[in-house]
């Protein structure tokens, strides 16, 4: 990764994305190769590398016994912020995020979106170089979402160094510069965001018939068509001369095409051809299972 930049990590659930996390922050041990944060290693030089680093991690790991305030003031002590340059950054953050009115309240007596908002102004504490957010925007609602990337890219832009990961993948495509993909512990694929999406996915053509189709003729097969349920759509990924013999094979079909469309490929394509189709997590019950027990 390179300094200033914002940066995309995507994988499925069990990629391995909070784990890549957890050896950059020295929570993981690793077998081989190397992390540096801004040159510092992370295991012989974990103090150096750590202070670079503001965290945000996936779950919630507050101390239950702590106000707000008190969660601010613990972090600046651990990294070794005096006294009342940690007070007045506490009290400043919690301004930034709205915690104000909480300060005094236990984290528990805060919403999702407050909890969030707290991991968040506690990681910023000891002004890091680089913050790291491992999921910021789950469980969030709207309104709050679209104020976290705005402060996200006011960050960035004011130099900080942005490490994300999230299963919007919309929003990676809206924030980040570059994206990883991850999948199955491997990069699967890593480059500029716009260059990943168009080099991985072609804009689809869509056809728009007159007439419903029900199903695709053998005229049509290895031409590579979708149809799509409703039967008046038949779409295909752009190739030099495909949509000349789309046409031509339609109209041998008697079908007539009343509007062309095309679509431009998001993230979201580039990324389920780069992670594939996953086996199900989930098996189905078995039908003893859902077997309700008789009544008496
Ligand atoms: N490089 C690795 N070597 C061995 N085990 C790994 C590696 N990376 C991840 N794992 C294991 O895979 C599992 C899932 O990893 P992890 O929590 O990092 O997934 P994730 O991408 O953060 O998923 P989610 O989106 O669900 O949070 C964990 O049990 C972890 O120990
Ligand atoms: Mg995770």
């Given at each position: 990764m390179a300094p200033g930049e914002f940066f995309g990590f995507l994988g499925p659930n069990g990629a391995g994305k909070t784990t890549t996390i957890n050896a950059v922050t020295g929570l993981a041990n690793y077998q081989s190769g190397r992390v540096r944060v801004f040159g510092h290693d992370?295991?012989?030089d974990y103090r150096r590398s750590r202070a670079e680093i503001g965290l945000v991690p996936q779950e919630f790991n507050f101390d239950p016994f702590l106000s707000a305030e008190q969660i601010l003031e613990f972090e600046g002590g651990y990294f070794g912020i005096p006294h009342r340059e940690t007070k007045k950054r506490a009290s400043e953050l919690l301004e930034v995020f709205g915690l104000s009115e909480k300060?005094?309240?236990?984290?528990?007596?805060?919403?999702g979106g407050m909890k969030r908002r707290l991991l968040i102004a506690r990681a910023l504490m000891h002004n890091p170089r680089i913050l790291i957010l491992d999921e910021p925007t789950a469980g969030v609602d709207l309104e709050l979402r679209h104020q976290l990337w705005d402060f996200l890219r006011r960050l960035n832009r004011e130099g900080k160094t942005l490490f994300l990961t999230t299963h919007y993948i919309e929003e990676a495509e809206k924030l980040c510069t570059r994206v990883g993909v991850i999948h199955q512990g491997r990069m699967v694929g890593l480059d500029s965001t716009a260059k990943l999406i168009r080099e991985i996915s072609a804009d689809r053509i869509v056809f728009y018939l007159k007439k419903e189709m029900t199903f695709l003729p053998?005229?049509?097969?290895?031409?590579?068509l979708r149809l799509e349920e409703s039967g008046r759509r038949i779409s295909f990924e752009e190739k030099a001369g495909l949509v000349p013999r789309v046409l031509k094979t339609l109209q041998a079909l008697d079908q007539e095409v009343e509007k062309i469309d095309v679509e431009h490929p998001t993230l979201e394509d580039a990324f389920l051809k780069l992670t594939g189709k996953n086996e199900s997590y989930i098996r189905p019950l078995m039908p003893s299972h859902l077997e309700m027990p008789e009544e008496k």
């Open positions: 992370v295991t012989s300060r005094k309240d236990g984290y528990k007596r805060l919403s053998e005229a049509a097969a290895g031409l590579g």
